[in-house]
Nanobody, 120 residues
Framework: VQLQAFGGGLVQAGGSLRLSCVAS????????LGWLRQAPGKEREFVAGIGRIGEHTYYRDSVKGRFTISRDNTKNIVYLQMNNLKPEDTAVYYC??????????????WGQGTQVTVSS
């Protein structure tokens, strides 16, 4: 599966952004989907994941209550709604797909990143 993420940008602290990731292929619903991010000088980290039919979602602690992951299997899209953004959310965000349930760092496919910058 091929993934393409978009929707990043520059936003002030407290603002919102919605990232989208479009997938190609007819097997979209067989994969757990997720978002990860990488800030300058830091390792890539897990942000959010969602089950194959959206039956469960899971997040890193620092984004719980602020970020929401969702998916639309009819359109092959996964979203990340980010509210109350903080400067520490600044990073390149990547979407990814995995054969594994509850994947956090083990992903089979990656999209290109989209930059999110949060100003203070």
């Amino acid at each position: 599966v091929q993934l393409q993420a978009f929707g990043g940008g520059l936003v002030q602290a407290g603002g919102s952004l919605r990232l989208s990731c479009v997938a190609s292929g007819r097997t979209f619903s067989r994969y757990t989907l997720g978002w990860l991010r990488q800030a300058p000088g830091k390792e890539r980290e897990f942000v959010a994941g969602i089950g194959r039919i959206g039956e469960h979602t899971y997040y890193r602690d620092s984004v719980k209550g602020r970020f929401t992951i969702s998916r639309d299997n009819t359109k092959n899209i996964v979203y990340l709604q980010m509210n109350n953004l903080k400067p520490e959310d600044t990073a390149v965000y990547y979407c990814a797909a995995s054969d594994n349930d509850y994947a956090r760092m083990n992903w089979n496919f990656w999209g290109q990143g989209t930059q999110v910058t949060v100003s203070s």
